[in-house]
Nanobody, 117 residues
Framework: QVQVVESGGGLVQAGGSLRLSCAASGNIDSLNYMGWFRQAPGKQRELVARISSVGNTNYGASVKGRFTVSRDNTQNTMYLYLQMDGLKPEDTAVYYC?????????WGQGTHVTVSS
């Protein structure tokens, strides 16, 4: 079992920055990916950014060049970060951290990001 907890959301003005953090712990013995997804009201959940176990990254088209995903780990916990710069009102959403371990997908509870115009 893997536990996933996000933090760092909040309210920011357009053009501002936020940094989201995700801590994943538990039996992470075969990591495939860690990633960030988001879901705005009335819309489907979409990929924001993800990073593979060997460090390859993918970004959603709408955030490329503005957001940066990175990863770190300690002995017992893996950390995923999302640096969000140049935020726009359309970035407003609930942001979810995901972990794919041994082919199983785990989600965090989500953290709210609101960008005011």
């Amino acid at each position: 079992q893997v536990q996933v907890v996000e933090s760092g959301g909040g309210l920011v003005q357009a053009g501002g920055s936020l940094r989201l953090s995700c801590a994943a712990s538990g039996n992470i013995d075969s990591l495939n990916y860690m990633g960030w997804f988001r879901q705005a009201p009335g819309k489907q959940r979409e990929l924001v950014a993800r990073i593979s176990s060997v460090g390859n990254t993918n970004y959603g088209a709408s955030v490329k060049g503005r957001f940066t995903v990175s990863r770190d780990n300690t002995q017992n916990t893996m950390y995923l970060y999302l640096q969000m710069d140049g935020l726009k009102p359309e970035d407003t959403a609930v942001y979810y951290c995901s972990v794919v371990n041994g082919g199983s997908l785990y989600w965090g509870q989500g953290t709210h990001v609101t960008v005011s115009s």
